[in-house]
């Protein structure tokens, strides 16, 4: 894609965006103080104009015939016309300077505009948010922002009906028109073509009521009476506006049971029942290292089997910042591995930035290499590096699998562990959530998420599927390890018996 900075995908350009607009807010300030001076000269000039000539128009010939009058006639025409023309003309140096703000400055493309309303919705859905909680800008009971105006609510839904999601579409334009009734500020600056649009979208939609109430804001002053019936008669009606099926926001996945078990443990709606934990415990750990009895490390059990585990307390707050900075000037576009192994491609399943960071890079990165081998006793020699991330707006992982499918060269194998570092607290949404284990963990920074993708025999476990949940308030930062399975052998060693068959049956659920 052209669109090389993606700045929906992470807070952090989202930071970039946000800069941009301070640059134009200090320009726009600047052109309405000029402009309001130009203005308040123009007026003087304007009423010493027509002082004149109602003077004039007393008695136009004695007028003229005063010399003193026709000289400033003439005086007005040949230099006080040019002056006005100047001062007029200063718009085009503002518009030069804002033209001038685009090529230098960083912009959102059509693509950031159309992901981060594809995000609204998304955590609409994850989280069972309503409209009008959403565009009140509160998130579960919060109100963190200031309301949605109508006209924000309009293009919202206008971008939901080229996305075909016409039953979201109707719900926006509908709160665009209760938000209309009750705002005073009926006259906002706002693409003249929308309202015209919308209005016809509804009726496509077959929602006249509507239709009717945007079509009365539309030009109000010169309304042609039969304009509206004209619309609702030439404007053909979709056949089944309600079958949403087939739009972006409903691939068939999202449909399964499996997703939809996904998001109940987003919400917290789905978790372990006290049975499911009794055997789960919290412990110290200090066996594999020798200092570590002076400072052991604290574990807590999310589930036996597969194994899943947090570590408590890993990362200082210096450590912490310090690998954000190191990533931050490296972070891209996440992508996903193709089914055969080969390439990275983006998807709208997996929204974020990553970076990825040798561990000789920094002294607190071999560290945390060190503290997975102290707590795991894993030998962290064949781990990838260090991979950095950061979502955005309503970022998120849908769930996968860590290990791979496809045959992995015999020198490192597959990924026999995960081990998540959080670098951030989240304040709504963001959990790493295990579908099958009906685990939602929390992020909590500087703590770590540890689980064994492989089962012993070194079969991938299907049990292990995970994802992370949509952010819905907050900058989220993470950074895995992923470790492979050579030189484990003696560590984690195979099991007699074949232990993969357990999680078959989780791999063909879809
Ligand atoms: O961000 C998370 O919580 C999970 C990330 C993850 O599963 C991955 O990067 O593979
Ligand atoms: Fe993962």
Known sequence: SSNTNEYFTSVTGLETLMKTEQTLLIDLKQYVIETRQQINLLEKEISKISKEHDLASENLENYLANPVNAYKLIKRLMIDWEVYEEHIAKVI??????DER??????PELEDFHESALALIRLQKTYQLTVPDVAAGKLNGIKYGYDMTWTDCLVLGQQLF??????????WLQESVKRLQQDNDRFQLFPAGFLQESTENLIRLGDMDTALHLYNVMETNHKEENKIKEMMQSTEILEEPDNDDENILQIPYHKSAEFELYEKVCRGEVTQTPKEQRDLRCYYVYENCPFCRLAPFKVEDLNLDPEVKVFHNILSEKAIETIKALASPHLIRSTVFGSDGVGAEKHNYRISKNAWLPYDSHSYLIGMLRDIHDITGLDMTYSEQLQVANYGLGGHYEPHFDFFKHQLPEEVGNRISTAIFYLSDIEQGGATAFPFLKIAVKPLKGSVLFWY??????HGDYRTKHGACPVLKGSK????VWTHERRQEFIRPCALHQDHEISLPYHTIK
């Not at 930062?477 to 895995?480: E, S």
């Open 162 to 171: 080229h996305m075909k999601a016409y039953n979201q579409t109707k719900i």
């Open 102 to 107: 685009r090529n230098n400055l960083s912009f």
């Open 477 to 480: 930062w993470i950074a895995n």
């Open 453 to 458: 993708n492989l089962h012993r025999s070194l």
């Open 93 to 98: 140096d503002f518009l030069k300077l804002i």
